[in-house]
């Protein structure tokens, strides 16, 4: 039995996870950013005064192996009403965590009511504000506001921090140390995979974990943020946040179709592809991308950007097994 830890949020971790929960053999562990305030998550935290819910949510739904109509009621968002924009998955965690006083608490149950295969873990019990500090001076505090800000791309980031000290929950801790296998990512560099890496203890407990790194790169780069970066700008970038090299990365092989690509210019505009140009011998290179065209679902009254270019869930945990395996 491999312990397996994935480090992220969002699509991205969904995405891992759904097809890891498939991989025989395996103890899965899902650890998971807190930085998100945007969309419905961020209108709960404001009026009741919880723990961000959104990419929690999407990992129980991710790991549940219950009934497709349970998944698909986590994921309902409602269309009218007072409610407009929220799913029920966000109300339901919120209200176990203010049933039980404890978001950690209420995620352990909604586990078992979802029969999970594996473990959803925050990354933090704290109040985590994220900011980041550009070249030219100015700050920006709060993970949907940083999503959003094109003055990331013109003036770049110089640091990423929370506003007040987060630190790693034991949970998270215990998991990481038990890792056999860590998976960095996919998904949104700046808000999903960094937010957790800056959590105070992450990267001294990253540092003493024997498990090796598995680094899927991203497909595309988000315009705002990484334009222009390549396969060898991601490696250097998570380096430095590790303090320690990952040992596998996983790069993907197939071109989208001019469909796909002309669907995700609409939504980010030109140039986002992520160039390989990574000559290195931890560089796995096999086909992960997803030929679903997949369509634009924006919330009524909470908008959500959704990407066009994807990883394939099955794709990707073919491939993690087989380094598994070996």
Request: net charge positive; charged share 25%; proline share 2%.
């Amino acid at each position: 039995m491999k312990n397996i830890v994935t480090v992220g949020g969002g699509t991205g971790s969904y995405t891992v996870l759904s097809g890891l929960k498939h991989v025989p053999d395996v103890s899965l562990s899902a650890v998971v950013s807190m930085a998100d305030d945007g969309g419905s998550t961020g209108v709960l935290m404001d009026e009741l005064g919880v723990l961000p819910t959104g990419d929690v949510r999407q990992c129980l739904v991710a790991l549940s192996e219950h009934s497709d109509i349970l998944r698909e009621l986590m994921n309902y968002r409602f269309h009218n009403g007072t409610l407009k924009g929220h799913s029920f998955g966000n109300i339901f965690l919120a209200a176990l965590e203010k049933v039980t006083g404890d978001f950690t608490k209420g995620v352990e149950i909604a586990s078992e009511i979802l029969k999970t295969s594996g473990k959803v873990i925050p990354i933090t019990h704290d109040s985590a504000k994220l900011c980041v500090l550009l070249s030219n001076g100015k700050l920006i505090e709060g993970e949907d506001k940083i999503q959003n800000d094109i003055a990331i791309r013109t003036y770049g980031l110089k640091k990423i921090f929370y506003k007040k000290k987060v630190s790693l929950s034991k949970h998270a801790k215990k998991a990481l140390l038990d890792a056999d296998l860590i998976i960095l990512g996919p998904g949104n560099y700046y808000c999903s995979i960094l937010p957790n890496l800056v959590v105070s203890g992450f990267k001294g407990t990253i540092k003493r974990s024997k498990a090796k790194i598995i680094f899927p790169v991203n497909l595309t780069n988000k315009l705002e943020h990484t334009a222009n970066w390549k396969v060898s700008d991601y490696v250097k970038d998570i380096e430095q946040y590790l303090g320690r090299p990952v040992d596998v990365i996983l790069v993907n092989s197939r071109r989208p179709t001019a469909l796909q690509v002309k669907s995700y210019e609409l939504e980010e505009g030109k140039g986002v592809m992520v160039f390989d140009d990574f000559d290195d011998s931890r560089v796995i290179r096999t086909s992960l991308l997803s030929t679903t065209l997949l369509k634009n679902q924006h919330a009524n009254a909470i908008k959500a950007a959704r990407g066009f270019i994807r990883h394939d869930s099955v794709k990707l945990a073919k491939c993690i097994g087989k380094i598994i395996s070996k």
